[in-house]
């Protein structure tokens, strides 16, 4: 079974970069397609980005096209969105999850991680 864990949130001012890390502590991710979403305090959870299992299909959030970057490294079992030039609308709790059918901007993926504070500074 997958399980899912995040690292690399923290506080960065506004025009850095952060790379998050998503890791299957299960090593079960084979052929899974992940994905990143966001939940700011207030909203709703939004997606984010998404990659497919052979890294080829990819699908951004428009707010996000241009400064953040998905990708992923299938022997590690990892996943890698790096986000430039942050903005404070980017801060939010940032979730990582994985969908065995494919890629997709709708909520439905199979496994979730506990999610991972980014915090903008202006």
């Known amino acids: 079974q997958v399980q899912l864990v995040e690292s690399g949130g923290g506080l960065v001012q506004a025009g850095g970069s952060l790379r998050l890390s998503c890791a299957d502590s299960?090593?079960?991710?084979?052929?899974?397609?992940m994905g990143w979403f966001r939940q700011a305090p207030g909203k709703e959870r939004e997606f984010v980005a998404a990659i497919s299992w052979s890294g080829v299909s990819l699908s951004y959030k428009d707010a996000v096209k241009g400064r953040f970057t998905i990708s992923r490294n299938n022997a590690r079992n990892t996943v890698y969105p790096q986000m430039n030039s942050l903005k404070a609308e980017d801060t939010a709790v940032y979730y990582c999850a994985a969908r065995r059918l494919g890629i997709t901007e709708v909520s439905n993926y199979d496994y979730w991680g506990q999610g991972t504070q980014v915090t903008v500074s202006s």
């Open positions: 299960k090593r079960a991710l084979s052929g899974y397609a």
